[in-house]
């Protein structure tokens, strides 16, 4: 018992060197990355409470033994009580029990094993994610429902494209993103879940719910949608399960006195139509012109487009992307040994680069972000400064050649490829994507109504784009330009490149793209934003505003 009991503390010990990791950070949500390191301080809790489990079975085995051996000596002892403490060994013994042995015993029952446990506990509880971790993700799952047009039943049951590990969610799984979506008085949502989580309790899942509760918010929520008539055989069926249930109660009769409402008015309508009719001629139908790709609005074009859907792209456009090997105009770096380049798009020009950094580089990149991942910021166009946004779901970190001097490496084959000037371009950023990692559309130059967004750098607008794809992504994740109608699908190891401004000087606004939701998978990229400074000889200035 002593040497189960000593143990765990220096379990805890152990624990503290991985939570170390994870002290200074906070969004697990928005990083799958860092969200690793939590399974591992789960696997950690799981053997500090196998521990305690151990060492409570082996007190409660003792305890066992001892209320056995007692019960078959009190049997024969109470048969003949005289004639049994007539022996003196016998009436010894009795004493040496109830003075010592059952005090003993007493010891042994009120001694605590939950120390050790209870201690790692209380210290990795410091490092566990927080409410807005869990809603986050709750949120991350709503908004990956919607734009891969999921039903409830398909992420219920786990059956997504591409998965590798299937995880079922339960009742409970299933009430708590209803409830989640109701907080945030998302009626349509709460509607989905609840509903999923009936569903499953209909099939006979085993759930510490009640069938009342789910179908309570459920009826409210139907009710919230305007569908009063469904929400009223809800509540019917809650009254069923729960005569007394005082709240449905009250919505029974409210609910039928609004349909008897809506019934008259509907009835004062078809009447007042029949007059109206006699004395006015019917009026003619316009036609109605289909929606053209270009008047969709941009937030249905995004999510076509990370659905892969609404690609723009005709075959006589698509006969004219070619792939080639590329030297740069015969750089002394790649003269030998051309790297692979393909053309993405034409317009805006978005080019690739197959195989441009190795497995390893990847790797060490990842390992020197890691624990400098931060949450991702945004420009505030009102204020100037860096601000967290609800629209950009992920972590980044900085990486320069004071690092490692690896980055300067990586930042040379940039130039070398591009033929623009690396000193005055950002840092290399390094982005992991969290639960549904996403990045709306947003332009990567500052416009005219933001001359103040990169005033502190000193070095003029961003000119170019360059992002490296550092992980393939079972599902979704694909970097989309919804103006254009282009997606370009995440491969590891490989770069895409493009200009945002012309070489006037002007922005490129087709060039507003998006990072789809990551739908299953790890989606890690680095980019490198390159600035106007330093390439007025390398890319001169054209003499037309779209040049």
């Not at 004639?83 to 029952?109: C, D, I, Q, Y």
């Not at 002394?332 to 580089?361: C, F, H, N, T």
């Not at 332009?443 to 103040?452: H, I, Q, S, T």
Request: glycine share 6%.
């Amino acid at each position: 018992m002593l040497g189960i009991r000593m143990e765990l503390p220096c379990l805890c010990l152990l624990m503290l060197s991985c939570l170390q990791s994870l002290s200074a950070h906070n969004d697990f949500f928005t990083s799958i990355g860092q969200m690793t390191d939590l399974l591992y301080t789960e696997k950690d809790l799981v053997t500090s409470l196998k521990d305690y489990i151990r060492a409570e079975e082996n007190k409660l085995e003792q305890v066992k033994r001892w209320a056995d051996k007692l019960d078959s000596l009190t049997a024969t002892a109470t048969q003949d009580p005289e004639g049994f403490l007539g022996h003196p060994v016998n009436a010894f013994k009795l004493m040496k029990r109830l003075n010592t042995e059952w005090g003993n015993l007493e010891s042994l029952v009120l001694s605590d094993t939950t120390d050790g446990f209870i201690s790692n506990l209380t210290i990795q509880r410091q490092h566990f994610p927080t409410d807005e971790d869990q809603t986050g993700a709750a949120k991350a799952l709503l908004r990956l429902q919607d734009t891969y047009r999921l039903d409830a039943n398909t992420i219920s049951t786990g059956d997504l494209p591409g998965v590798k590990h299937k995880s079922p969610m339960t009742v409970e799984d299933c009430y708590e993103l209803g409830k989640i979506a109701y907080s945030d008085v998302d009626y349509y949502h709460t509607e989905l879940w609840m509903a999923q989580a009936l569903k499953q309790l209909d099939q006979g899942e085993e759930s510490t719910l009640d069938k009342a509760t789910v179908l309570d918010y459920l009826s409210y929520a139907i009710y919230q949608q305007g569908e009063i008539e469904r929400a009223l055989d809800y509540t019917k069926r809650l009254l069923e399960l729960d005569p007394e249930h005082q709240r449905a109660k009250g919505n029974l009769k409210y609910f039928e006195f609004q349909l008897e409402k809506l019934k008259k008015a509907k009835e004062e309508e078809v009447e007042k139509e029949k007059t109206t009719e006699e004395k006015e001629p019917p009026k003619k139908r316009t036609k109605r012109s289909k929606k053209t790709f270009s008047l969709i609005p941009e937030r249905k074009k995004y999510e076509m487009l990370c659905r892969g859907e609404g690609i723009r792209m005709t075959p006589r456009r698509q006969s004219r992307l070619f792939c080639r090997y590329y030297d740069n105009n015969k750089n002394p770096m790649y003269v030998l040994g051309p790297v692979k380049q393909q053309d993405e798009w034409d317009r805006p020009y978005i080019v690739r680069y197959i195989d441009i950094i190795s497995d390893a580089e990847i790797e060490r990149i990842k390992r020197l972000a890691k624990p400098r991942l931060r949450r991702a910021t945004v420009h505030d166009p009102e204020t100037g400064k860096l601000t967290t946004a609800q629209y950009r779901v992920s972590k980044s970190a900085w990486l320069t050649g004071y690092d490692d001097p690896m980055i300067d490496k990586i930042n040379q084959r940039i130039e070398d490829l591009t033929g623009l000037e690396m000193d005055t371009a950002e840092e290399l950023q390094v982005a992991n994507y969290g639960v549904g990692g996403q990045y709306e559309p947003h332009f990567d130059f500052g416009r005219k109504d933001e001359p103040d967004a990169f005033k502190e750098l000193g070095t003029g607008n961003r000119i170019a784009t360059w992002l490296f794809y550092m992980s393939d992504v079972s599902a979704g994740g694909a970097t989309v330009f919804p103006d254009v109608g282009a997606s370009v699908w995440p491969q590891k190891g490989s770069a895409v490149f493009w200009y945002n401004l012309f070489a006037s000087g002007e922005g490129d606004y087709s060039t507003r793209h998006a990072a789809c939701p990551v739908l299953v998978g790890n989606k890690w990229v680095s980019n490198k934003w390159i600035h106007e400074r330093g390439q007025e000889w390398r890319r001169p200035c054209g003499t037309s505003e779209t040049e």
